[in-house]
């Protein structure tokens, strides 16, 4: 059974820094590609990054391409996103996803069959 774990979230006011973190276990983790997304209040959940099985290629969404960066551990199964330069508009629940798929693309939430259960990020102002 797939489960993954989120932590690492928490209130932080602008400018500030979070890593948070994803333990994934009942899979072979090397071989899964593995993304964060985030869903604020009132919108629909959005790609904020991905990192290939093999750690080989990582792509981000533009609202945070050069604040955050996600990587991978393999013999700990975890994955982690480091968020820098926060801002109010980053506050969001921030979802761990994984897929045995490695190939195609990894943007939807309907790429990823393995979800975490989320972790609250607050920025204030």
């Known amino acids: 059974q797939v489960q993954l774990v989120e932590s690492g979230g928490g209130l932080v006011q602008t400018g500030g820094s979070l890593r948070l973190s994803c333990a994934a276990s009942g899979l072979t983790f090397s071989t899964y590609t593995m993304a964060w997304f985030r869903q604020a209040p009132g919108k629909e959940r959005e790609f904020v990054a991905f990192?290939?099985?093999?750690?080989?290629?990582?792509l981000y969404a533009d609202s945070v391409k050069g604040r955050f960066t996600i990587s991978r551990d393999s013999a700990k199964k975890t994955v982690y996103l480091q968020m820098d330069s926060l801002n109010p508009e980053d506050t969001a629940v921030y979802y761990c996803g994984a897929t045995a798929r490695q190939f195609g693309g990894f943007f939807r939430q309907s790429d990823y069959p393995y979800w975490g259960q989320g972790t609250q990020v607050t920025v204030s102002s």
């Open positions: 990192i290939y099985w093999n750690g080989a290629n990582t």
